[in-house]
């Protein structure tokens, strides 16, 4: 069975770090890019940041490059987001999403991404 599951989510504090994880199941990350979104409260879904199989990152703005830190590990079949200095505007449900290829979709569209996570909350309050 084809599943993504993320965990690592929780309540911290603003400065306070995270890392969400991806597992990933029913099928080899190998031939997958792997892109991180986010929704906030009342707010659209966004991409956060992607890698390609081959390890070439994107993230979807610059003012998030020194806080977030998506990596993988082949041999667990997962990826992982780090983020760093937590700000409560970080508050969001966080997903995780497959696209088949070699390399990040562009623009971080939704329809590019095969297969999706079901998300973990991420609070971000004092």
């Known amino acids: 069975q084809l599943r993504i599951v993320e965990s690592g989510g929780g309540l911290v504090q603003p400065g306070g770090s995270l890392r969400l994880s991806c597992a990933v199941t029913g099928f080899s990350l190998d031939n997958y890019a792997i892109g991180w979104f986010r929704q906030a409260p009342g707010k659209e879904r966004e991409g956060v940041s992607c890698?390609?199989?081959?390890?070439?990152?994107?993230n979807s703005a610059d003012s998030l490059k020194g806080r977030f830190t998506i990596s993988r590990d082949k041999a667990k079949n997962t990826a992982y987001l780090q983020i760093d200095v937590l700000k409560p505007e970080d508050t969001a449900v966080y997903y995780c999403a497959a696209s088949y290829g070699t390399l990040c979709p562009p623009h971080f569209g939704f329809y590019d991404y095969d297969y999706w996570g079901q998300g973990t909350q991420v609070t971000v309050s004092s």
């Open positions: 890698i390609g199989n081959g390890g070439s990152v994107t």
